[in-house]
């Protein structure tokens, strides 16, 4: 039987919230590796909210996604042929492959997976680039302390809920935000944050204030939007914010706009309460993977580190996944499962 790659291609770019129909499944032949490459079989997909960023043509630290190009991402792959003197056949791969079920590398974009660590599709999530931008953000921006309160919104999701565990870890008490009841309890009784607030609570302001009764001194930003508003006056002095990401805002066109502006006011507190506010790129910090892999993986021996993955299954269902991760109906680190057969 023939076999083909299958791939979903950018086929518009999206104006606000992406639709189906900007998103296009093909089918190509199979890809064939010339010397010191590798053929690729995709078992699992991350779906991230970076993406998003990749779709528009708006400037960006990234090349925008060509229309008709393969969507961006990476994945946890198969060697199914091997031209190259570093892989095997049969070797299990982190690689940044795409939306696609096959494709050849020339294996600078790939890392070994240990499956004796974990199930391997936490090479996408806590043993990959989000618990590591978690890692790198916390440690190098957050700086917590013993007794120190740091809050996390997203927190049950891939990057937040690593952050408030090594948040815990570091003695600090850690506080999350997150949307509805199942999301709060997850992170609260199985994740182990010391309280969480539901943002879409119509009292979420004052719960937030309740459960962080000394302010906040570390505030990991996942979110902005209205969550930034409910932390920012309960920024204690010389707090610091690792600013990691603004889901609310990826499909928002009014951020272009600036029809909501929040920045005198945030300006103002940063100046009056000698805040420091980072932004950061996960791999400005790269050289840091390593020591996050052997620390996580030990966390992940001793039971101290948990993770939830949302497991979608059929290239196919990833539109509708990503359209539903900028919303947040995901629950867990966004995965997509291509090859059943695994
Ligand atoms: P998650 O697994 O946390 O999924 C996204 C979550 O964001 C949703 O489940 C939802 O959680 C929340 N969300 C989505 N839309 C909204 C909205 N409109 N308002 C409020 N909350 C919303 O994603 P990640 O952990 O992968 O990413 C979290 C953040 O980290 C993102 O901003 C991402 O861009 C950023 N990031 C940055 C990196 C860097 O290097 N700087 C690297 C990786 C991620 P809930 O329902 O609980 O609100």
Redesign the pocket.
Known sequence: MTEFNRKIVLASRPAGRPRLTDFRLEQAEMPEPTDDQVLLETIYLSL???MRGRMSEAKSYAEPIAIGGVMVGATVAKIKQSRHPDWKEGDIVVAYSGWQSHAVSDGSDLRAVDPAVAPISTGLGVLG??GF?AYA?LHNIGCPKAGETVVV????????SVVGQIAKIAGARAVG????AE?CAFVKAALGFDAVVD??APDFVERLAEACPDGIDVYFE??G???WDAVLPLLNDFARVPL?????H?NDDALAKRSVDRLPVTMRDIQQKSITVR?????EFIEQQQNFLKAAAGWIADGTLKWREDIVDGLQNAPAAFIG??????????VVRISPKQ
């Open positions: 991230d909210p970076y680039m989000t931008t953000g919104a997203a927190a049950s999701g891939a990057v937040g935000i997150a949307g509805g999301k943002h879409r996942n979110v939007g209205h969550v990691c990401g603004m889901i609310s990826y932004g950061f790129m996960n791999v991760l900028l919303e947040g109906r995901n629950f867990g680190k966004l």
